[in-house]
């Protein structure tokens, strides 16, 4: 049998964008460089979507379908343990959580104002209340995905540290000498594809979006 990447190029590429992506929108966000905010955000927005989307049609692993349990087999997890090629059932709860919430926060921010100098691209397509709601939001949200990332870096230490699984060289390798996955990747060519028309509905959606009405 050969051993073929349990994370494939892309799903790796995608994460570790994340933490650096993230880095940049926190420091920006915090500082009010809102410009290069919205451009960084602009990237992760568009990786964030083309891994949902691969979630659907990428190699195996990166399926939804193939590692998505339902509470039950979470529960069980937590009481049995077991050994898993791809995401265990816990992993699976943090990467649909934490994809869904970055997601969240930068739809919440494309309609978002800081109600100094810079509103979101999208901010004027609904009513002022959407404006409220959509600012409060990214707030909000930026507080629950700021907890869910501390809980995904002390499970990783856990596992990496206590139970010595080389987690991080294997999300940074694709695979490990224990981990490896007996399914071929699917071409990148594919999450490129899919990362492209992703930029371009965003690209499409920003420029047709209407202007701040003149009163504002
Ligand atoms: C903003 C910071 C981060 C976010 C939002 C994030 C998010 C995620 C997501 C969504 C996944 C699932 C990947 C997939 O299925 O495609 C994942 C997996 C993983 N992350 Fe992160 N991550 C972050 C930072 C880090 C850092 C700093 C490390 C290591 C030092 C790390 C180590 C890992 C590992 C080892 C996995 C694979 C877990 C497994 O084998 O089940 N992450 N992360
Ligand atoms: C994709 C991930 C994103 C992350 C992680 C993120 C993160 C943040 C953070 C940390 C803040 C500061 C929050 C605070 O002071 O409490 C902020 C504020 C803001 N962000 Fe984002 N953001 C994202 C996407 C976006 C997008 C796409 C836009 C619009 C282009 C945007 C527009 C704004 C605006 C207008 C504010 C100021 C809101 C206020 O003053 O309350 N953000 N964001």
């Not at 073929?4 to 590429?13: A, G, L, T, Y």
């Amino acid at each position: 049998m050969t051993a073929h990447p349990v994370w494939d190029v892309p799903s790796r590429f995608i994460h570790w964008c994340f933490p650096v992506g993230i880095g940049l929108m926190w420091w920006t966000g915090e500082t009010g460089r809102m410009e290069l905010h919205s451009y960084v955000a602009y990237v992760l927005l568009t990786l964030v979507t083309t891994r949902i989307a691969l979630g659907f049609v990428g190699s195996y692993h990166s399926r939804f379908h193939n590692f998505v349990v339902s509470p039950a087999g979470v529960v069980a997890y937590l009481r049995g343990g077991g050994q898993f090629v791809g995401h265990n059932p816990l992993g699976a709860l943090s990467t649909l959580t934490l994809l869904l919430l970055i997601l969240a926060q930068g739809i919440s921010g494309l309609f978002s104002i800081d109600d100094v100098s810079f509103d979101g691209p999208l901010a004027y397509t609904f009513d002022g209340q959407f404006i409220d709601l959509a600012t409060e939001w990214h707030d909000t949200n930026w507080s629950i995905l700021q907890l869910l990332i501390s809980m995904h870096l002390a499970a990783i230490a856990w596992y990496q540290w206590r139970k010595r699984q080389p987690m991080v060289q294997t999300m940074w390798r694709g695979q490990s000498a224990d981990r490896a996955s007996e399914h071929a990747p699917v071409h990148p060519g594919r999450a490129v594809g899919v990362g492209a028309v992703v930029a371009v509905c965003l690209w499409l959606a920003i420029i047709w979006a209407p202007e701040a009405p003149s009163y504002y």
